[in-house]
């Protein structure tokens, strides 16, 4: 009987403690919204776009190697992440990083990396122009690093774009650049941001391909200049090698382990006389691992117990994967698959320019997000909380078809290129699409491609099809990339807006599940279009377009997330790049429906403002959606996804316009 009431009490103890910590999430108006994980521990949320991790060294006494990580100069800093603990499953958690200063200005542009000799000295060195890097040792009193000093780099054919140093299984150390090989056919200039394929359907310039040159020297210090050599031909991989570290098997076997932007992860062997070609780190069905997101700049993270593994940062998060201390047949190295380090208290994450949707995803009758991201993920982040006081947890990658959701353009359908082949840009909108009283997904994405997944699941279990395409007249939509495409019922329809070939503004209404007519173009009140952007390329498209009744006058209007360099409707006076005040940033603009929803037309933009100030959110696009969530739960207030992969959430009492 005991037992059982102390069982009891320890439930209920634990209870209260998610209640507490649901309580403690409470959305602040202007503030990217918290990870309402019970625990406390949530993903690890970079501090910019991307986060390269220069290395990792053991600074305070608990033998576990802790983080050093750069933003980009988007949020330029250099941080130290003390590790705290292994999760059950090996995963590491750290902590809130403590910024770091650097003994120059911290631009975000001089790429850096880290390594600890065996003196327990942490020696960090950065790359200044293409044949120079300053190097200094770190002070672990005053988280700073010293005065810098100079080394210059010989031998090198051309510039290096990125370099790492490693031991060697003698104890010296080797620096390793990553060299571009020269191409040898002319080189089309970009016009408008971009390049375009050849009448046969090819990139018109020659892939970049990438080899390494290498230093070796006996210590670290009193470097004035270092002796380059060629290690490998210059043709690794396609367009750059993201960052180096060092493994070292129980055996004694040295490898250089090299991630890439493209994602495949290199492992070569290493001895005296250099490196061996490239093994691979793969997967236990010896596959090779390819990372979640573009780029991965790699760290090999072990501490006193079993547990070892690779970090590899990018843009969009920092993975794990677990060292299963195996080789395939090939020598290649098995890790087992990429899991999400974690942080105390981190902000809610969704990986880089994420594009949220508020909804009921899962039936429980309070808002989830389910999101897009710059990787091409959609992702689920269920609320364990209520409206009022909302628990965001992890998210999850939504399935479609059995198979999570990554959309890819590859080669051919990026307009920017085949380098910008993994970036997928997915652009979620969750809405009832056929009727059928589950939530089913809308998409635009990188491809310009506008998509439908159809659930086909229940309202507590949904279920997605495939991808299905929307056509038009039988040919499949094709609107401006990386947008959102507005999505309502009005005037009695399914009504759905993108971008055309025009970069205006453009109105369809649903035929059925997977076909929709063409209804024009939309209008201003004085009759002309509403355009997207003042320049071509890769500038059209990108805005993100939410249907809301946001004056609640009984008409629904539109809001748009749009980036620094947009002007809406017009490149003259379009905003918020005609803005009077100068300072640019994306932004969220009103649109007012002066017309019925049947018969819609719209005011000149307004810009929405927090506090009386414009709401500038970086350079890329922002994303807003819409929910009677936070508050008193009873007022329609704002969410805006960010480039940097937070949410910030905005009382609608603040806001203005």
Same mark, same amino acid.
């Given at each position: 009987?005991?037992?059982?009431?102390?069982?009891?009490?320890?439930?209920?103890?634990?209870?209260?403690?998610?209640?507490?910590?649901?309580?403690?999430?409470?959305?602040?108006?202007?503030?990217?919204?918290?990870?309402?994980?019970?625990?406390?521990?949530?993903?690890?949320?970079?501090?910019?776009?991307?986060?390269?991790?220069?290395?990792?060294?053991? &600074?305070?006494?608990?033998?576990?190697?802790?983080?050093?990580?750069?933003?980009?100069?988007?949020?330029?800093?250099?941080?130290?992440?003390?590790?705290?603990?292994?999760?059950?499953?090996?995963?590491?958690?750290?902590?809130?990083? &403590?910024?770091?200063?650097?003994?120059?200005?911290?631009?975000?542009?001089?790429?850096?990396? &880290?390594?600890?000799?065996?003196?327990?000295?942490?020696?960090?060195?950065?790359?200044?122009?293409?044949?120079?890097?300053?190097? /200094?040792?770190?002070?672990?009193?005053?988280?700073?690093?010293?005065?810098?000093?100079?080394?210059?780099?010989?031998?090198?054919?051309?510039?290096?774009?990125?370099?790492?140093?490693?031991?060697?299984?003698?104890?010296?150390?080797?620096?390793?650049?990553?060299?571009?090989?020269?191409?040898? /056919?002319?080189?089309?200039?970009?016009?408008?941001?971009?390049?375009?394929?050849?009448?046969?359907?090819?990139?018109?310039?020659?892939?970049?391909?990438?080899?390494?040159?290498?230093?070796?020297?006996?210590?670290?210090?009193?470097?004035?200049?270092?002796? $380059?050599?060629?290690?490998?031909?210059?043709?690794?991989?396609?367009?750059?090698?993201?960052?180096?570290?060092?493994?070292?098997?129980?055996?004694?076997?040295?490898?250089?382990?090299?991630?890439?932007?493209?994602?495949?992860?290199?492992?070569?062997?290493?001895?005296?006389?250099?490196?061996?070609?490239?093994?691979?780190?793969?997967?236990?069905? %010896?596959?090779?691992?390819?990372?979640?997101?573009?780029?991965?700049? #790699?760290?090999?993270?072990?501490?006193?117990?079993?547990?070892?593994?690779?970090?590899?940062?990018?843009?969009?998060?920092?993975?794990?994967?677990?060292?299963?201390?195996?080789? !395939?047949?090939?020598?290649?190295?098995?890790?087992?698959?990429?899991?999400?380090?974690?942080?105390?208290? #981190?902000?809610?994450?969704?990986?880089?320019?994420?594009?949220?949707?508020?909804?009921?995803?899962?039936?429980?009758?309070?808002?989830?997000? &389910?999101?897009?991201?710059?990787?091409?993920?959609?992702?689920?982040?269920?609320?364990?909380?209520?409206?009022?006081? #909302?628990?965001?947890?992890?998210?999850?990658?939504?399935?479609?078809?059995?198979?999570?959701?990554?959309?890819?353009?590859?080669?051919?359908?990026?307009?920017?290129?085949?380098?910008?082949?993994?970036?997928?840009?997915?652009?979620?909108?969750?809405?009832?699409?056929?009727?059928?009283?589950?939530?089913?997904?809308?998409?635009?994405?990188?491809?310009?491609?506008?998509?439908?997944?159809?659930?086909?699941?229940?309202?507590?279990? #949904?279920?997605?099809?495939?991808? %299905?395409?929307?056509?038009?007249?039988?040919?499949?939509?094709?609107?401006?990339?990386?947008?959102?495409?507005?999505?309502?019922?009005?005037?009695?329809?399914?009504?759905?807006?993108?971008?055309?070939?025009?970069?205006?503004? %453009?109105?369809?209404?649903?035929?059925?599940?997977?076909?929709?007519?063409?209804?024009?173009?939309?209008?201003?009140?004085?009759? =002309?279009?509403?355009?997207? %952007?003042?320049?071509?390329?890769?500038?059209?498209?990108?805005? =993100?377009?939410?249907?809301?009744?946001?004056?609640?006058?009984?008409?629904? !209007?539109?809001?748009?997330?749009?980036?620094?360099? $947009?002007?809406?409707?017009?490149?003259?006076?379009?905003?918020?790049?005609?803005?009077?005040?100068?300072?640019?940033?994306?932004?969220?603009?009103?649109?007012?429906?002066?017309?019925? !929803?049947?018969?819609?037309?719209?005011?000149?933009?307004?810009?929405? =403002?927090?506090?009386?100030?414009?709401?500038?959110?970086?350079?890329?696009?922002?994303?807003?959606?819409?929910?009677?969530?936070?508050?008193?739960?009873?007022?329609?207030?704002?969410?805006?996804?960010?480039?940097?992969?937070?949410?910030?959430?905005?009382?609608?009492?603040?806001?203005?316009?």
């Amino acid at each position: 009987m005991l037992n059982r009431i102390l069982f009891i009490l320890v439930l209920l103890m634990n209870q209260l403690h998610i209640l507490a910590q649901q309580a403690e999430s409470t959305f602040v108006s202007g503030e990217p919204i918290k990870n309402g994980s019970a625990d406390g521990i949530g993903h690890f949320a970079l501090p910019s776009i991307t986060g390269a991790i220069m290395g990792m060294a053991i &600074v305070n006494d608990d033998e576990y190697p802790d983080l050093f990580l750069q933003s980009d100069n988007r949020a330029p800093g250099t941080y130290l992440y003390y590790f705290k603990k292994l999760t059950e499953k090996g995963e590491p958690v750290f902590s809130q990083g &403590v910024k770091i200063k650097l003994p120059f200005e911290d631009t975000g542009r001089n790429r850096g990396t &880290v390594i600890q000799t065996s003196d327990k000295q942490i020696h960090g060195f950065w790359r200044f122009g293409g044949k120079a890097i300053k190097t /200094s040792v770190f002070d672990k009193s005053s988280t700073s690093f010293d005065e810098a000093k100079s080394i210059t780099v010989n031998g090198l054919p051309r510039g290096f774009s990125t370099f790492g140093v490693v031991k060697t299984p003698e104890g010296k150390y080797l620096f390793l650049f990553t060299i571009a090989k020269v191409s040898t /056919s002319p080189v089309i200039k970009m016009q408008f941001d971009s390049l375009y394929y050849t009448p046969e359907g090819f990139w018109p310039n020659e892939l970049t391909e990438v080899g390494i040159y290498g230093a070796l020297v006996n210590d670290l210090e009193n470097l004035k200049q270092l002796e $380059a050599k060629p290690l490998t031909e210059l043709n690794q991989t396609y367009f750059g090698i993201s960052g180096y570290t060092g493994y070292e098997t129980k055996s004694k076997e040295k490898y250089v382990i090299c991630g890439t932007r493209m994602g495949n992860i290199h492992a070569y062997p290493i001895d005296e006389n250099g490196l061996y070609p490239t093994k691979y780190v793969v997967d236990k069905n %010896h596959i090779i691992q390819r990372t979640p997101t573009v780029n991965g700049y #790699p760290t090999y993270f072990k501490g006193p117990g079993q547990t070892e593994g690779l970090l590899l940062s990018g843009e969009g998060g920092i993975f794990f994967y677990q060292n299963t201390k195996q080789k !395939d047949k090939n020598g290649n190295l098995v890790f087992e698959d990429p899991a999400y380090i974690l942080q105390e208290n #981190p902000t809610l994450y969704g990986g880089s320019l994420v594009v949220p949707s508020l909804t009921d995803w899962d039936g429980d009758g309070v808002l989830d997000i &389910v999101s897009g991201n710059s990787a091409g993920n959609i992702l689920f982040f269920k609320n364990t909380g209520t409206n009022i006081k #909302p628990a965001y947890q992890n998210p999850v990658a939504l399935e479609a078809g059995g198979v999570k959701i990554h959309v890819q353009p590859g080669y051919r359908e990026d307009i920017q290129g085949p380098h910008e082949a993994r970036w997928g840009y997915t652009c979620p909108v969750v809405y009832d699409w056929n009727k059928d009283g589950l939530p089913d997904i809308l998409t635009g994405d990188s491809r310009g491609k506008f998509m439908v997944y159809v659930n086909k699941g229940t309202k507590s279990k #949904p279920a997605l099809e495939s991808e %299905h395409p929307l056509y038009i007249k039988g040919l499949n939509v094709h609107g401006g990339w990386r947008s959102i495409p507005g999505v309502a019922e009005m005037g009695g329809k399914d009504v759905y807006i993108i971008l055309d070939r025009d970069n205006d503004f %453009h109105l369809y209404y649903k035929t059925d599940t997977y076909n929709i007519d063409d209804a024009g173009k939309l209008k201003l009140t004085d009759g =002309k279009n509403i355009h997207g %952007h003042r320049r071509k390329g890769g500038q059209y498209g990108r805005a =993100k377009t939410h249907i809301v009744d946001w004056d609640g006058d009984g008409v629904k !209007d539109m809001l748009i997330g749009t980036g620094r360099g $947009a002007a809406i409707p017009n490149p003259m006076t379009g905003l918020p790049y005609n803005r009077k005040i100068k300072n640019e940033g994306a932004a969220v603009l009103f649109l007012r429906n002066a017309g019925t !929803d049947a018969e819609p037309i719209f005011e000149f933009p307004k810009m929405m =403002k927090f506090k009386g100030e414009d709401i500038l959110l970086g350079a890329h696009e922002c994303a807003p959606t819409t929910g009677y969530i936070g508050g008193d739960g009873k007022t329609l207030n704002l969410i805006v996804g960010t480039e940097y992969g937070t949410f910030i959430y905005y009382d609608r009492k603040d806001l203005s316009w």
